[in-house]
């Protein structure tokens, strides 16, 4: 497993492949045994995963707190609702406020939650690995790869799982580019592409 102090560098090496694995998944996966392949490796990693240690997804997402739970959050807090809402929530959907900050204000130094079992429903289901409709997904857990340590795993698994081949892939990428092939890597002792039928680090890779 990659360390969380590793994640953005080696989630931005692997960008473009998980794009084009996203795109592989789509046209080649069952959605039941892909949604079962993605909980059994949720189960594993997590098994065994520090989140204090890590805990990448508190400082960088916003919770959601639905308006009902309000009263009861900022009574364990010992605060009166008004305040509470103004020090630490903003305005999200009609029913839901977001949490002000990132990171956020309950993140406590050792990695727990200041509202412990109170904490919004969306932190709790991060990064939703274990839900149903992983196929439907797809695209914001490519997205949570450069968050989260174990789905960022978890793509690296199922990559070898499904012998997925990166250089002979196509993808569409969240700009609306619809399937590129990706390039496939010249290595030095390839013929050079070309087409002078010596090798490319004599010839056009030459340094
Ligand atoms: S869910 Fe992922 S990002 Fe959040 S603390 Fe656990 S490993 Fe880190
Ligand atoms: S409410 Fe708790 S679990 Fe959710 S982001 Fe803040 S510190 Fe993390």
């Given at each position: 497993?990659?360390?969380?102090?590793?994640?953005?560098?080696?989630?931005?090496?692997?960008?473009?492949?998980?794009?084009?694995?996203?795109?592989?998944?789509?046209?080649?996966?069952?959605?039941?045994?892909?949604?079962?392949?993605?909980?059994?490796?949720?189960?594993?990693?997590?098994?065994?995963?520090?989140?204090?240690?890590?805990?990448?997804?508190?400082?960088?997402?916003?919770?959601?707190?639905?308006?009902?739970?309000?009263?009861?959050?900022?009574?364990?807090?010992?605060?009166?609702?008004?305040?509470?809402?103004?020090?630490?929530?903003?305005?999200?959907?009609?029913?839901?406020?977001?949490?002000?900050?990132?990171?956020?204000?309950?993140?406590?130094?050792?990695?727990?939650?200041?509202?412990?079992?109170?904490?919004?429903?969306?932190?709790?289901?991060?990064?939703?690995?274990?839900?149903p409709d992983r196929m439907g997904?797809?695209?914001?857990?490519?997205?949570?790869?450069?968050?989260?340590?174990?789905?960022?795993?978890?793509?690296?698994?199922?990559?070898?799982?499904?012998?997925?081949?990166?250089?002979?892939?196509?993808?569409?990428?969240?700009?609306?580019?619809?399937?590129?092939?990706?390039?496939?890597?010249?290595?030095?002792?390839?013929?050079?592409?070309?087409?002078?039928?010596?090798?490319?680090?004599?010839?056009?890779?030459?340094?």
């Amino acid at each position: 497993m990659i360390t969380p102090e590793e994640i953005e560098y080696r989630a931005a090496q692997v960008e473009e492949e998980n794009y084009a694995f996203r795109t592989y998944l789509k046209m080649h996966a069952d959605p039941a045994k892909l949604d079962q392949q993605f909980l059994e490796l949720h189960k594993e990693l997590f098994s065994s995963y520090d989140c204090n240690g890590c805990r990448r997804c508190c400082k960088k997402y916003h919770g959601e707190i639905k308006k009902a739970d309000v009263e009861k959050i900022a009574a364990s807090l010992e605060m009166e609702p008004d305040r509470f809402i103004s020090e630490y929530l903003v305005e999200n959907e009609e029913d839901t406020y977001k949490t002000k900050n990132a990171p956020c204000d309950f993140l406590q130094s050792d990695g727990s939650c200041l509202i412990g079992e109170n904490r919004p429903d969306s932190c709790k289901a991060f990064p939703y690995t274990d839900c149903p409709d992983r196929m439907g997904s797809l695209l914001s857990i490519v997205q949570n790869a450069s968050v989260c340590p174990v789905v960022f795993e978890i793509l690296e698994r199922l990559k070898k799982e499904y012998h997925f081949d990166k250089y002979n892939s196509y993808y569409s990428d969240n700009q609306g580019n619809p399937y590129v092939r990706i390039k496939k890597k010249i290595f030095p002792n390839d013929p050079c592409p070309c087409g002078s039928g010596i090798k490319y680090k004599k010839c056009c890779g030459k340094k």
